[in-house]
């Protein structure tokens, strides 16, 4: 690892929060400035968006049966 030199990291590890809207502003606007330029976190980011969509569609009473 290299050390945080804040030459624009990727943001893999902050999608979940992004996309579940849990990041500060400031975290939030850099995710979507970074995923503007990036296609590999723009891929990832697809691909959570699809995880949490499915999850929304489950119903708790499904996940119980
Ligand atoms: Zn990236």
Same mark, same amino acid.
């Given at each position: 690892?290299? !050390?945080?030199? /804040? $030459?624009?990291?990727? %943001?893999?590890?902050?999608?979940g929060?992004?996309?579940?809207d849990?990041l500060?502003a400031?975290e @939030? !606007?850099?995710?979507a400035?970074?995923?503007?330029? #990036?296609a /590999? #976190?723009a !891929?990832?980011? %697809?691909e959570?968006?699809? !995880? %949490? @969509? &499915?999850l929304? &569609? &489950? $119903?708790?009473?499904?996940? &119980?049966?």
């Amino acid at each position: 690892m290299t !050390a945080d030199s /804040g $030459d624009d990291p990727h %943001v893999h590890r902050l999608l979940g929060a992004y996309v579940l809207d849990a990041l500060e502003a400031e975290e @939030s !606007a850099t995710v979507a400035r970074h995923l503007q330029r #990036c296609a /590999g #976190c723009a !891929a990832a980011y %697809v691909e959570v968006v699809d !995880a %949490v @969509s &499915l999850l929304a &569609l &489950l $119903d708790v009473d499904d996940l &119980l049966e």
